[in-house]
């Protein structure tokens, strides 16, 4: 999709997140919420692909682990 609208003003990526901390995945057993991801870091990282300055970042899978 991103070599489709390269020619374009718009860019595509991919987030892999591993383990969210959510209320649900906590009540999984041996769970180690300290060591996911947190809701906000994943905002964070969507608000800096979303930075309409800078668009340097198309076309790419990222994948982002805990601790």
Same mark, same amino acid.
């Given at each position: 999709? *991103?070599?489709?609208?390269?020619? &374009?003003?718009? &860019?595509?990526?991919?987030?892999m997140?591993? *383990?969210?901390? !959510?209320y649900? @995945?906590?009540?999984?057993?041996? %769970? @180690?919420?300290?060591?996911?991801? =947190?809701? =906000?870091?994943i *905002? ?7 930075? @309409? ?6 076309? %790419? !899978?990222? @994948?982002?682990?805990?601790?």
């Amino acid at each position: 999709l *991103a070599e489709e609208l390269k020619e &374009t003003d718009i &860019t595509v990526n991919c987030l892999m997140p591993d *383990a969210v901390d !959510t209320y649900k @995945t906590r009540m999984a057993p041996n %769970a @180690t919420p300290d060591k996911w991801i =947190k809701p =906000k870091q994943i *905002a964070q990282m969507l608000i800096a692909l979303c930075d @309409t300055e800078e668009n340097i970042i198309n076309g %790419a !899978t990222l @994948t982002m682990f805990g601790k």
